[in-house]
């Protein structure tokens, strides 16, 4: 007996592929399908009924192994139906696994798991079979694959006493440890012909008994846009037609016409537990479920001369698994997913000459049978697409085909009327062409991608089809064209993650407001933000999430003990914003993923999905989960944390841009795809062992618009913080660490927001926002009309400007003058300041220095070409921008909206302003024609421009009409008024407290009272005036020490916090403490509590503050020493005390009385996260009188890496009335700056 690889029900040994497979025979894309069906209707018609397979190999009644050495990992696992429990034994240079059945047995399969470590990866293995009579039966080598390796007798072997399994038989050097996961053993049931014939037709029905479903025509790629081979069924099924197939039975059908009689190979895939039949001929018996996957079973068949007929019976097969506290697992291949896929090949998997695949059959009357057509976008390949590597894991796709049926096969097609859009063609096969070249895919390719300039909308045209004999058809097609869906993220350019969303409030502040969070967003530039969903634990009540799990063990829980929802309130905050909200998935297998991101789609309705850890899961199925994204919409956009590889079909790419200014890899995706480069703030108080420092808000802005002129949608994390609670950090550490942390991150995105929008200048989100890079020409390429991808991706010395950066919307360009990011040289690389640029197709109207919106007036145009004169535009250290607007009349941005907010300028009167945007909220327009309305001015009334003034108790709405650019829009406002007291009428959802400034944490000395602000913000995202509002005060000590892993804040509530209209007291203290304060806010009838702020009460004033000052220069700059200010927003590092270095100097303040010292704090000047303009010494005196003089020590400039916003801190323990600080002028730069000096005691 021969014992071998069979094709009867198994694949080859060689590797098991997932979404790419061997050979290029074209998948089967367009079935009829019937369903879902409560018995097997095919088998019953057929009567061939057979029971579900019986794995053997549990049944064994002993099993050995040429040894086990690890206790944990017997050989008891290998047949506990566990694949994450394994036998592992080391040190084995002959391992061997043994099964020893008590009464023979019949086998014809054999199914081993490889096990889950990379140190040894079993390459092959060799079975030796022992029969009843004491013979024996040898495989040869059977290689391995991943999913899992199969091994069929064909015909079976009958009474089989023992089975024993060689790993890597004869390898030299062999590993020092190996193992396997499980091994299954089955006797399929054998072919046998089927007892009536079975001949679906559209529209016909398929019954037995009871049960009677018609045959549906389905082409999974017109009901989700996936660009894959995978017939969903789930989706078409469940999701669109609300029908349950769980546990149920479904089938697909195709003929196949071959010209001959001949030998094929009907490779298929399916979850659940799959049947084939063909010809009426029951050709397999029920598989085993296993992850789905292409060319999962390859089936020898026998192709009759004429039409044949196929058939795919699917049981989806369904279980609930759960652990010991009842929780969902879904550990086993019983999924909640169903679908398939399915071809026709050699044995190569290579096309046979000559076969063609119908929905129809064979019939005298040759008839063009394919239906609706997929969806088409503008810049993708039309349904067919191609990995650049071979990677399983990868993507493929085959091209569309249209299908005829009658006649006499041998089809030939052409369009006789109208046409494709521009970049399709119509192959004579029917097939609409792909642009692989030899099977590979050409990047730089149009072939079988629809162009960019292709007209959106229905593309009409007549397809005809000629069979062998000359007859012909004709039949009318539409093909819609839409814009690539992710092309709003691309042009919005600036997205963000967010990673631990609900740890902070968690852990932290239950109140933290969310609001103000996304507000930040939106005035940083955002089109979207998205939030983490789980990372090391659930931050949904998910079905797969086990509270009582370590890593949820702390997380605060409903009424029901299931972990509370920590998502939606972010969800709500950012869509209020007006920007769009996404959500990050760290990745798990594929039921789990599926099922998980069916739960978040109906949740959270997102228009971006992140999934970040695929290396993780290279044997799941991507086109599966991806799939089960599009069945929902096909809007929302994909996102792979995939390092430069291809899983599944994403519709954006990233890289982890962990330094300042890093690039990401090389297009490597045939679609067009964004490449997102995600970075994350990183600060004192929140470092990370994986990424360097970037707390320098200059750089971050730097970033945003490098990645806006190389073409890229920056990733500009919002994270609260980057720290995640009790499993990994003490409750102390908590409590101490990460309202810090809070707050840097804060600090450095309210100082972005500062640069991007200055307050009484324009906004510089314009130059970015709605982009695209433009074209320049003598710099180092030629304009390709494609839009240069990979050129303003990857500039350097030899391309792209050496000054910096182009980008363009409608008729605006802007030219980005910077240094740094790219090697850019800024203005050094404008010899004169006078910089000639082309082309610029229009006339141009005017040149403005966008910063300081300051007219630029000396220009000139010569055909194509413009130069402007630069002599007198100021240097922005982070963007210098050069408006440029031309007489384009051509729009692609209108005005889409107009935002009404209202500033409560007295208790009875508020002032409603009204922002307009086009399309992204950080592309602002000036509204013209601004009329504001009152629909009931007996109860407000409107007067000047947008003054609301209470007269009378009720509500009524304003509406606000304004245009830009002839188009014209309307925002309103809801206003409530009682008392004599109005306020924006919408509920209030949320009320935030800042003192001093800050939001999240604070360090105040000794002081006479902080400043402190309250607001409310509305549902619809705007400010609520909180005058009529009813305030209760909460202030506390935190024990630092005292919280626990539950609550890890321990706050007791004091009363020596005194609450004034403006200002709050602190109290007292003789030591570091730790205090905070929130407030309860009363509106209306509802309540609402603040945020926490968190602040460290020093022990000491700074004495600096109320100093009289003097410098042994002039008097300018010594102000700016107590102003609170160092470096921010757009006024950058203007106040600061400067002199020249080389020269002695001194600061000299004399303080308001004798004073017990006990420091002095420092800030000192900064760039690119290194100290600038540092002196190297400062001497440090102090006088009782000012005339002696005593030398209280020397200390040293800092080096090194800045910490950006932190003073440096020096210990001073004396009694004294003045200090000087005394330079003797040498330094690390051309200066001396000081930007802030506290001198601390009491």
Same mark, same amino acid.
């Given at each position: 007996?021969?014992?071998?690889?069979?094709?009867?029900?198994?694949?080859?040994?060689g590797?098991?592929?997932? @979404?790419?497979?061997?050979?290029?025979?074209?998948?089967?894309?367009s079935?009829?399908?019937?369903?879902?069906?409560?018995?097997?209707?095919?088998?019953?018609?057929?009567?061939?009924?057979?029971?579900?397979?019986?794995?053997?190999?549990?049944?064994?009644?002993?099993?050995?192994?040429?040894?086990?050495?690890?206790?944990?990992?017997?050989?008891?696992?290998?047949?506990?139906?566990?694949?994450?429990?394994?036998?592992?034994?080391?040190?084995?240079?002959?391992?061997?696994?043994?099964?020893?059945w008590?009464?023979?047995?019949?086998?014809?399969?054999?199914?081993?798991?490889?096990?889950?470590?990379?140190?040894?990866?079993?390459?092959? %293995?060799?079975?030796?079979?022992?029969?009843d009579?004491?013979?024996?039966?040898?495989?040869?080598?059977?290689?391995?694959?991943?999913?899992?390796?199969?091994?069929?007798?064909?015909?079976g072997?009958?009474?089989?006493?023992?089975?024993?399994?060689?790993?890597?038989?004869?390898?030299?050097?062999?590993?020092?440890?190996?193992g396997?996961?499980?091994?299954?053993?089955?006797?399929?049931?054998?072919?046998?012909?089927?007892?009536?014939?079975?001949?679906?037709?559209?529209?016909?029905?398929?019954?037995?008994?009871g049960?009677?479903?018609?045959?549906?025509?389905?082409?999974?790629?017109?009901?989700?846009?996936?660009?894959?081979?995978? @017939?969903?069924?789930?989706?078409?099924y469940?999701?669109?037609?609300?029908?349950?197939?769980?546990?149920?039975?479904?089938?697909?059908?195709?003929?196949?016409?071959?010209?001959?009689?001949?030998?094929?190979?009907?490779?298929?895939g399916?979850?659940?537990?799959?049947?084939?039949?063909?010809?009426?001929?029951?050709?397999?018996?029920?598989?085993?479920?296993?992850?789905?996957?292409?060319?999962?079973?390859?089936?020898?068949? @026998?192709?009759?001369?004429?039409?044949?007929?196929?058939?795919?019976?699917?049981?989806?097969?369904? $279980?609930?698994?759960?652990?010991?506290?009842?929780?969902?697992?879904?550990?086993?291949?019983?999924?909640?997913?169903?679908?398939?896929?399915?071809?026709?090949?050699?044995?190569?998997?290579?096309?046979?000459?000559?076969?063609?695949?119908?929905?129809?059959?064979?019939?005298?009357?040759?008839?063009?049978?394919?239906?609706?057509?997929?969806?088409?976008?503008?810049?993708?390949?039309?349904?067919?697409?191609?990995?650049?590597?071979?990677?399983?894991?990868?993507?493929?796709?085959?091209?569309?085909?249209?299908?005829?049926?009658?006649?006499?096969?041998?089809?030939?097609?052409?369009?006789?009327?109208?046409?494709?859009?521009?970049?399709?063609?119509?192959?004579?096969?029917?097939?609409?062409?792909?642009?692989?070249?030899?099977?590979?895919?050409?990047?730089?390719?149009?072939?079988?991608?629809i162009?960019?300039?292709?007209?959106?909308?229905?593309?009409?045209?007549?397809?005809?089809?000629?069979?062998?004999?000359?007859?012909?058809?004709?039949?009318?097609?539409?093909?819609?064209?839409?814009?690539?869906?992710?092309?709003?993220?691309?042009?919005?350019?600036?997205g963000?993650?967010?990673?631990?969303?609900?740890?902070?409030?968690?852990?932290?502040?239950?109140?933290?407001?969310?609001?103000?969070?996304?507000?930040?967003?939106?005035?940083? +530039?955002?089109?979207?933000?998205?939030?983490?969903t789980?990372?090391?634990? %659930?931050?949904?009540?998910?079905?797969?999430?086990?509270?009582?799990?370590?890593?949820?063990?702390?997380?605060?829980?409903?009424?029901?003990?299931?972990?509370l929802?920590?998502?939606?309130?972010?969800?709500?905050?950012?869509?209020?914003?007006?920007?769009?909200?996404?959500?990050?998935?760290?990745?798990?297998?594929?039921?789990?993923?599926?099922?998980?991101?069916?739960?978040?789609?109906?949740? %959270?309705?997102?228009?971006?999905?992140?999934?970040?850890?695929?290396?993780?899961?290279?044997?799941?199925?991507?086109?599966?989960?991806?799939?089960?994204?599009?069945?929902?919409?096909?809007?929302?956009i994909?996102?792979?944390?995939?390092?430069?590889?291809?899983?599944?079909?994403?519709?954006?790419?990233?890289?982890?841009?962990?330094?300042?200014?890093?690039?990401?890899?090389?297009?490597?995706?045939?679609?067009?795809?964004?490449?997102?480069?995600?970075?994350?703030?990183?600060?004192?108080?929140?470092?990370?062992?994986?990424?360097?420092?970037?707390?320098?808000?200059?750089?971050?802005?730097?970033?945003?618009?490098?990645?806006?002129?190389?073409?890229?949608?920056?990733?500009?994390?919002?994270?609260?913080?980057?720290?995640?609670?009790?499993?990994?950090?003490?409750?102390?550490?908590?409590?101490?660490?990460?309202?810090?942390?809070?707050?840097?991150?804060?600090?450095?995105?309210?100082?972005?927001?500062?640069?991007?929008?200055?307050?009484?200048?324009?906004?510089?989100?314009?130059?970015?926002?709605?982009?695209?890079?433009?074209?320049?020409?003598?710099?180092?390429?030629?304009?390709?009309?494609?839009?240069?991808?990979?050129?303003?991706?990857?500039?350097?010395?030899?391309?792209?400007?050496?000054?910096?950066?182009?980008?363009?919307?409608d008729?605006?360009? %802007?030219?980005h003058?910077?240094?740094?990011?790219?090697?850019?040289?800024?203005?050094?690389?404008?010899?004169?300041?006078?910089?000639?640029i082309?082309?610029?197709?229009?006339?141009?109207?005017?040149?403005?220095?966008?910063?300081?919106?300051?007219?630029?007036?000396?220009?000139?145009?010569?055909?194509?070409?413009?130069?402007?004169?630069?002599?007198?535009v100021?240097?922005?250290?982070?963007?210098?921008?050069?408006?440029?607007?031309?007489?384009?009349?051509?729009?692609?941005y209108?005005?889409?909206?107009?935002?009404?907010?209202?500033? @409560?300028?007295?208790?009875?009167?508020l002032?409603?302003?009204?922002?307009?945007?086009?399309?992204?909220?950080?592309?602002?327009?000036?509204?013209?024609?601004?009329?504001?309305?009152?629909?009931?001015?007996?109860?407000?009334?409107?007067?000047?421009?947008?003054?609301?003034?209470?007269?009378?108790n009720?509500?009524?709405?304003?509406?606000?009409?304004?245009?830009?650019?002839?188009?014209?829009?309307?925002?309103?406002?809801?206003?409530?008024?009682?008392?004599?007291?109005?306020?924006?009428?919408?509920?209030m959802?949320?009320?935030?407290?800042?003192?001093?400034?800050?939001?999240?944490? +604070?360090?105040?000395?000794?002081?006479?009272?902080?400043?402190?602000?309250?607001?409310?913000?509305?549902?619809?995202?705007?400010?609520?005036?909180?005058?009529?509002?009813?305030?209760?005060?909460?202030?506390?000590?935190?024990?630092?020490?005292?919280?626990?892993?539950?609550?890890?804040?321990?706050?007791?509530?004091?009363?020596?916090?005194?609450?004034?209209?403006?200002?709050?007291?602190?109290?007292?203290?003789?030591?570091?403490?730790?205090?905070?304060?929130?407030?309860?806010? $009363?509106?209306?009838?509802?309540t609402?509590?603040?945020?926490?702020?968190?602040?460290?009460?020093?022990?000491?004033?700074?004495?600096?503050?109320?100093?009289?000052?003097?410098?042994?220069?002039?008097?300018?700059?010594?102000?700016?020493?107590?102003?609170?200010?160092?470096?921010?927003?757009?006024?950058?590092?203007?106040?600061k005390?400067?002199?020249?270095?080389?020269?002695?100097?001194?600061?000299?303040?004399?303080?308001?009385?004798?004073?017990?010292?006990?420091?002095?704090?420092?800030?000192?000047?900064?760039?690119?996260?290194?100290?600038?303009?540092?002196?190297?010494?400062?001497?440090?005196?102090?006088?009782?009188d000012?005339?002696?003089?005593?030398?209280?020590?020397?200390?040293?400039?800092?080096?090194?890496?800045?910490?950006?916003?932190?003073?440096?801190?020096?210990?001073?323990?004396?009694?004294?009335?003045?200090?000087?600080?005394?330079?003797?002028?040498?330094?690390?730069?051309?200066?001396?700056?000081?930007?802030?000096?506290?001198?601390?005691?009491?």
């Amino acid at each position: 007996m021969a014992a071998l690889a069979s094709l009867l029900f198994g694949v080859l040994t060689g590797r098991a592929y997932a @979404q790419q497979v061997a050979g290029d025979a074209p998948f089967i894309d367009s079935w009829l399908v019937s369903g879902p069906f409560g018995s097997p209707v095919v088998e019953k018609l057929y009567e061939c009924e057979t029971g579900e397979p019986v794995n053997e190999a549990p049944r064994a009644s002993e099993m050995t192994a040429s040894s086990s050495t690890l206790a944990v990992n017997p050989v008891a696992y290998l047949v506990d139906g566990d694949t994450r429990k394994q036998w592992v034994t080391e040190n084995d240079s002959t391992p061997w696994v043994n099964l020893k059945w008590s009464e023979p047995i019949a086998l014809n399969e054999v199914r081993i798991a490889q096990w889950g470590d990379s140190r040894h990866v079993n390459k092959w %293995y060799h079975l030796t079979f022992t029969l009843d009579d004491g013979s024996k039966v040898e495989s040869g080598q059977v290689d391995s694959a991943s999913n899992p390796t199969l091994y069929t007798a064909q015909p079976g072997l009958k009474n089989v006493r023992e089975m024993r399994v060689e790993i890597d038989k004869g390898r030299e050097p062999y590993p020092p440890i190996t193992g396997i996961a499980e091994i299954e053993v089955y006797n399929r049931t054998e072919p046998a012909e089927g007892k009536s014939k079975i001949t679906p037709q559209v529209g016909e029905a398929l019954s037995f008994g009871g049960e009677s479903r018609k045959w549906d025509y389905f082409d999974d790629r017109v009901y989700n846009r996936n660009y894959d081979d995978y @017939q969903d069924l789930y989706g078409y099924y469940t999701v669109k037609r609300g029908v349950d197939t769980r546990n149920k039975y479904v089938y697909a059908h195709t003929y196949v016409y071959s010209p001959q009689e001949q030998r094929a190979s009907f490779n298929v895939g399916a979850s659940g537990s799959y049947r084939l039949f063909v010809n009426d001929r029951c050709v397999t018996g029920p598989s085993t479920p296993a992850e789905v996957q292409k060319d999962l079973t390859k089936t020898a068949v @026998q192709l009759h001369r004429g039409w044949n007929k196929l058939m795919v019976q699917i049981r989806h097969t369904y $279980t609930e698994d759960v652990n010991a506290s009842g929780v969902p697992v879904a550990q086993d291949k019983n999924v909640a997913y169903l679908g398939f896929y399915g071809r026709v090949a050699d044995q190569a998997g290579n096309r046979i000459a000559g076969l063609v695949n119908s929905v129809a059959g064979p019939s005298d009357t040759l008839t063009i049978v394919s239906q609706g057509l997929p969806v088409g976008y503008q810049e993708w390949p039309y349904v067919w697409n191609k990995s650049v590597s071979g990677n399983p894991y990868g993507v493929s796709a085959s091209a569309f085909q249209f299908m005829a049926a009658g006649g006499t096969p041998g089809y030939t097609w052409k369009v006789t009327a109208g046409k494709l859009p521009d970049g399709l063609e119509l192959n004579p096969d029917g097939t609409i062409a792909d642009g692989l070249v030899n099977g590979k895919v050409d990047l730089n390719s149009t072939k079988g991608v629809i162009g960019g300039d292709a007209k959106p909308g229905d593309h009409h045209f007549t397809v005809q089809v000629t069979d062998g004999t000359g007859s012909s058809a004709t039949k009318d097609f539409t093909l819609t064209v839409k814009e690539r869906p992710n092309k709003w993220f691309e042009q919005g350019r600036v997205g963000a993650l967010t990673h631990a969303t609900a740890v902070y409030g968690s852990f932290v502040d239950p109140n933290f407001s969310v609001e103000r969070w996304a507000g930040r967003a939106k005035s940083q +530039g955002h089109s979207l933000v998205s939030v983490e969903t789980n990372q090391q634990a %659930y931050f949904w009540p998910s079905k797969f999430c086990d509270p009582k799990s370590d890593r949820h063990l702390y997380y605060p829980k409903d009424e029901h003990g299931n972990v509370l929802d920590g998502i939606k309130k972010f969800e709500q905050a950012v869509k209020r914003q007006g920007i769009r909200f996404g959500l990050y998935y760290a990745s798990r297998n594929t039921d789990v993923t599926v099922q998980d991101i069916a739960d978040l789609i109906h949740r %959270y309705d997102p228009s971006y999905l992140y999934f970040d850890g695929p290396q993780g899961h290279k044997s799941d199925n991507f086109d599966v989960i991806y799939s089960s994204i599009r069945n929902y919409s096909d809007t929302i956009i994909v996102n792979s944390n995939a390092w430069g590889e291809e899983y599944g079909d994403p519709d954006l790419r990233t890289a982890e841009a962990s330094g300042i200014y890093a690039n990401a890899s090389r297009n490597h995706l045939l679609k067009r795809t964004t490449m997102e480069p995600w970075k994350m703030i990183h600060t004192r108080d929140e470092l990370s062992p994986y990424y360097g420092k970037r707390d320098d808000y200059r750089q971050v802005a730097k970033e945003m618009v490098m990645n806006a002129g190389r073409g890229y949608a920056d990733n500009n994390d919002q994270s609260i913080i980057d720290s995640r609670g009790p499993n990994w950090h003490t409750p102390q550490e908590i409590a101490t660490r990460y309202p810090k942390a809070a707050q840097e991150f804060i600090d450095v995105r309210e100082n972005l927001i500062g640069w991007f929008a200055p307050e009484g200048g324009p906004e510089r989100h314009e130059s970015t926002t709605g982009t695209t890079p433009y074209f320049l020409s003598g710099h180092g390429y030629e304009d390709d009309g494609r839009g240069n991808y990979e050129k303003f991706a990857f500039p350097n010395d030899a391309t792209g400007p050496q000054w910096g950066y182009a980008t363009a919307r409608d008729n605006a360009i %802007y030219l980005h003058i910077m240094r740094g990011p790219d090697g850019k040289k800024g203005f050094d690389a404008i010899p004169g300041r006078s910089l000639t640029i082309s082309p610029v197709g229009h006339r141009v109207t005017s040149v403005t220095g966008l910063n300081a919106n300051v007219p630029i007036t000396s220009f000139s145009q010569h055909g194509d070409s413009l130069s402007i004169n630069l002599a007198d535009v100021r240097e922005d250290p982070v963007d210098t921008i050069i408006k440029i607007v031309t007489d384009d009349p051509a729009r692609t941005y209108k005005l889409t909206d107009v935002v009404t907010v209202a500033d @409560q300028i007295a208790p009875s009167m508020l002032k409603v302003r009204a922002e307009g945007y086009m399309t992204y909220p950080a592309l602002k327009v000036k509204l013209s024609d601004l009329t504001y309305r009152s629909a009931n001015p007996a109860v407000a009334a409107v007067h000047g421009p947008g003054v609301v003034t209470a007269r009378s108790n009720g509500t009524t709405t304003i509406t606000v009409s304004g245009r830009h650019e002839g188009v014209t829009g309307q925002g309103t406002l809801r206003v409530r008024v009682r008392d004599g007291v109005v306020h924006a009428a919408d509920d209030m959802i949320d009320a935030s407290l800042l003192i001093a400034g800050k939001e999240a944490y +604070g360090e105040f000395p000794l002081n006479d009272g902080l400043r402190y602000t309250l607001e409310g913000r509305s549902a619809k995202g705007g400010p609520v005036g909180l005058g009529a509002a009813r305030i209760r005060w909460h202030g506390g000590i935190v024990d630092l020490s005292g919280g626990d892993k539950d609550k890890p804040i321990a706050i007791h509530e004091v009363d020596t916090f005194s609450f004034g209209r403006n200002k709050i007291i602190t109290p007292a203290v003789d030591k570091p403490t730790r205090g905070v304060v929130w407030a309860d806010v $009363t509106l209306d009838g509802k309540t609402v509590t603040t945020n926490r702020v968190f602040m460290d009460l020093l022990p000491y004033r700074n004495l600096a503050r109320t100093a009289e000052i003097t410098s042994s220069h002039p008097q300018g700059g010594v102000a700016n020493l107590v102003d609170g200010r160092t470096i921010e927003g757009a006024r950058f590092d203007q106040s600061k005390w400067s002199v020249p270095a080389g020269e002695a100097a001194w600061i000299q303040f004399k303080l308001p009385a004798n004073s017990d010292l006990s420091g002095i704090a420092i800030s000192f000047n900064s760039l690119d996260q290194k100290y600038l303009n540092i002196p190297k010494t400062i001497k440090i005196q102090i006088s009782e009188d000012g005339a002696s003089w005593n030398d209280a020590g020397t200390i040293n400039g800092p080096t090194g890496t800045a910490d950006f916003g932190f003073p440096n801190r020096y210990p001073l323990s004396a009694k004294a009335r003045y200090v000087r600080l005394a330079f003797n002028g040498d330094a690390n730069g051309s200066m001396i700056d000081l930007l802030e000096v506290a001198i601390n005691g009491r």
